[in-house]
Every structure is written in C-alpha cells, then in structure tokens.
C-alpha cells in the first residue's frame, strides 16, 4: 500500500548518501533543508501578518527540482503578486565556471554581455554580500508559503528594477518585446508630425530642419533661421 512512498524515500537518502559520498555536503544539507520546509509547510495555513509587495527581495526556498530548474534557497525578486501566488525572479551566487554568469549583462559594466542573466552590484543593491545575478530567463511562481525573510524593498518605478523587469520580458516574450518597440518608434514618429503640423508654413519655409533623436518629441526650437525638432525613438534593451 505504501510501496511508492518507502521508494521515494529510499531515493532521497540515496541521493544524500551520493552528495556526501562525493564531498558536496553543502548540497545534501541544502536538499535536506529544503525538503524539511516542504513538508513543514505541507499542512501549515498561510501567515496572514505577512503582505509581500512588488519589488519586495525575500529569502525564497524554491525547492528540491530537476536541472536546469532553480532549487533551494535563492534571495528573489517579486514582480507579481496574484493572491498567495508570486511570481519571482531568483538571484544567485556567480559561479567562475559559469560563462553566461561571467559575461552577464549590466548596462554600465558590461553592455554587451550575455541577457540571460543580469549582474547585480552591491553599490546598487546594498542587502547583497556580494555581487550576483538575477536569471532574467525565468520567472518562477511561487506559493507565499516559500517566503522566507525580507531583505529589502524597491520601488517598481526604480530604473534598476525596471531594466531586470525588461530583460525578463524580452527573453520570455521576444516576439511581443519586438512588437512593442515597433509601435514606440511608429508612434514616436507620429509625435514628429504631429510638432510639424502645429508649426505655421511660413517657419517651414525659412527653416533648415535638423533631427536629434536623443530627445524628446515636445522640444523645439527655432535660432537663426534653424528649426530643430528633437523626439525620443525607444530603442528597448
């Protein structure tokens, strides 16, 4: 009657046995831990006193998965609440042996890098220990049940919050990413002639008419005969 459950457990002990065997102790106590809180919060309701918010960064136990599935304890990031489900960005230690943790992108240090992941500085985020990376290739939903502390907070509208909320949308919906950012340069484009059809024909006439595309659409600005128009084209990440 019990057979699959003894057999689960004969597993699980087997695969400590295999992590301890092989020196990776750090990993059996990270499984144990982890498979602890699973059946600790099994039954347990749901702690009502705590309200995580978007931007909020939390201790999460994401569990005991299959690679190449987050497991364990991670410090993530929620961008989402729907109720008593999260939904989160993890954050993780850089491993040297990992390529696409040492070449992560970061717009200031490494613009060019790899966007699957995001380095995260300790100058910009100060609960770190040390720099990490956010896997922007993932969002992992989660039960409220998994929070573990709350190490700090964010607001969404922060520049730095936005750009790993961007990254995450454009690996994950790249399609949809690509279509967004067309109909911001279509529509900046239509801010541009909208400014010329409020600019009277006979400043037309006179004018030598020079683009900026750094700026934004509203700006203008007539010297010495020279009408300059400066609007904002999104380039996206």
Known sequence: MFRNGFKSLREIADYWEYLIRNGNTSGAERSMKSSLNF????????????HPRVGDF?????????????????????????????????????????????????????????????????????????????????????????????LYHMDISNPLIQEIIKLAHKNLFDDFDYKINQLNKENSLLKLKLELANIPCEVLDKA??????????????????????????????
Do not use: C
């Open 208 to 237: 030598d008419i020079s683009i900026d595309a750094k700026y934004n659409p509203t700006t203008k600005k007539l010297s010495n005969n020279k009408l300059e128009l400066r609007f904002h084209i999104f380039q996206g990440i």
């Open 39 to 50: 059946w600790k919060e099994r039954h347990n309701g749901f702690n009502y006193s705590v």
């Open 58 to 150: 939390y201790w999460i136990e994401y569990g005991n998965n299959l690679d190449p599935e987050m497991s364990y304890e991670h410090i993530g990031l929620i961008i989402k609440v729907n109720n008593r489900l999260l939904h989160t960005i993890a954050i993780t230690t850089p491993k040297p042996s990992n390529a696409f943790h040492m070449n992560a992108f970061n717009s200031s240090d490494n613009p060019l890098g790899n966007t699957l992941f995001i380095k995260l500085k300790t100058s910009d985020f100060p609960f770190l220990n040390h720099d990490s990376v956010a896997k922007v290739s993932e969002i992992i939903s989660v039960s409220k049940k998994r929070l573990g502390r709350k």
